[in-house]
């Protein structure tokens, strides 16, 4: 089992920055894939960045060279750093890791956060 709990949301005017957090704990382990989805009502969730070991990351095509994700493994935190928001980017944001066993990939998902970007 995994426990995630995010942090850091709130509102703020386009342009701006905000730091999300998120902190696991249980069964989790540097080898597994932890990202920041996001979702908006009547819309799929969406991958918004991920990290797995090693510091690879990837992002999406609409928040690439604005978000930053980072992890320390050491501490089982994995931050979503977001500059120049756009109102576009306001939705609910959701820290996931996915953990894979013998039966497949399980994923976990924190409470969601709702970030909200004004114009």
């Known amino acids: 089992q995994v426990q995630l709990v995010e942090s850091g949301g709130g509102l703020v005017q386009a342009g701006g920055s905000l730091r999300l957090s998120c902190a696991a704990s249980g069964s989790i382990s540097s080898g597994d894939f932890m990202g920041w989805y996001r979702q908006t009502p009547g819309k799929q969730r969406e991958l918004v960045a991920g990290?797995?070991?090693?510091?690879?990351?990837g992002y999406a095509a609409s928040v690439k060279g604005r978000f930053t994700i980072s992890r320390d493994d050491a501490k089982n935190t994995v931050a979503l750093q977001m500059d120049s928001l756009k109102p576009e980017d306001t939705a609910v944001y959701y820290c996931n890791a996915k953990k894979a066993s013998m039966s497949g990939v399980y994923d976990y998902w924190g409470q969601g956060t709702q970030v909200t970007v004004s114009s």
């Open positions: 990290i797995r070991s090693g510091g690879n990351t």
